[in-house]
């Protein structure tokens, strides 16, 4: 049964008031076990705390209230609680109840954060046997994975790798013991073998927090294609882009490729077994996973080459970032701008003034401000000129100027230009080919949260397998 006094709780936090807190905690009354060992016993008010701390630890941890338990571990210096994760009852037991349901719901990204958070607060750890330290030195001589590991979830411990690769690897295999016994299952694996390979295949494309992978063949064909075809490929000549040419490589698709790009990481994206990068190999012109064809490809440190694009019909889903100014920035570009076309020094000179006046200095000016910035500049000018009907027409001419000078400053970069400035970067040094998986999102989440997850993902796909294999297979055959 889930105590009533866990809401009394969370609003003791929401307070942050000490002794509202303690009091909280004195009062609460857990399941049947926490009622007999804490509440029904002598201890000193201070000892009674402590254990009831522990009791409203697990029961918070249960019911997902992560912030809250995030809330009473910081705190619990101020109450005088020195926190031992082990003496939280059925902690491992509830983090494993956790990531199952997480699993049987498809919520691979809430795995990933679940893992982050109890890793953050070493609640993962446990005391491990020999048995079950070997297969941990095995997986740790492999440098990709340990730096998947690193790279996900910051300082490694044993505890996490025995999380990770085994308490979840079991769980994965619970999932697959129950799923099997489904009738939908049952006829889907009728018509194809359960092998490791399918079960990979199933992240060769998926989505994930709205963007699209899809893996489109492997790092060495992709070069040799490029090598074969550059010299006589079709030039991609906008703006006398020399260094980038089209290339047919995947079902239908038509990419952009930088050959400097390419000769320039030649190296590591052939020796990649070593290296944990995901390197920028094209951008997809035609054919693409984006909405309008477009996508953006990537090598993996397994040596694929994996597309990645969003998969929502918006342009925030394509547009990686809209030109931004500051106020003074805007003004400068605006007041060029205006002379370009023409419109009379003194004009010029209200309209920056007045746009000087009312803008705020650290609200970046961007490609949304663009409609209230003209109405202010169509108000300003419309009390300033006089109503006169042959004066209309000629407000309306200098409007229409002012919005195509304001378009053109603030208007959503090119998705190809986007590319190329990108590869200029790295001709010039100034970002790596790896480093445009980051630059690169849908909201909070990059191309390379995808690109590390999914790897982890394989990994895990690879142990469960190894371990399960023959368990798997005895079941299949029970089914058929």
Known sequence: MLSENIPNIIESLKSNNIDEIKLAILNFKGDKYAKSKVLDTDKKLNDIIEDNYYHVLSFLLRLRKFKSFR???????????????????????????????????????????????????DLLERKLSQEELNPIKEIKKDKIVMANLEDLFGNISDSLIYYVFKTMVDNIFNF?????????????????????RSLLFQLDGYPMYGLSIQKIGRVKRFLRVIQENYGTSKKFNQKGDSNLYYLNYGYNKTHLISLNNIKKYNDKLRNYRNTYKFYNMSMVLLGGLGPQGHGFTYSTPLGEVVEVCSDRKENEAIIIKYKEFLKQQFLKR??????????EESTIINIIEYLSEILNPDVKINYYSADTILKQIWN???????????????????????????????????IIDQFKCRMDLIDEDKIKSEDIAKLTSLRDKSHYDVLRERLFLQTQIKIFWKQYSTEIKKLRKQLF
């Open 71 to 121: 809330q009473l571990l910081d705190l619990s210096d101020k109450v005088d609680v020195f926190i031992n994760v082990e003496r939280i009852p059925e902690r491992l037991k509830i983090i494993s109840r956790l990531h199952f349901n997480y699993l049987r719901a498809f919520q691979f990204g809430k795995i990933i954060e679940l893992t982050k958070f109890l890793n953050n607060y």
């Open 176 to 196: 697959f013991v129950q799923y099997l016994n489904r009738p939908e299952a049952i006829n889907y694996l009728s018509q194809m073998p359960l092998t490791r």
């Open 334 to 343: 605006l007041k060029e701008e205006l002379i370009e076309k023409s419109i």
């Open 380 to 414: 300003f000018l419309k009390e300033k000129q006089d109503s006169h009907d042959d004066k209309k027409e000629e407000l309306q001419d200098l409007i229409e100027r002012i919005l195509h000078a304001i378009e053109r400053i603030l208007r959503p970069i090119d």
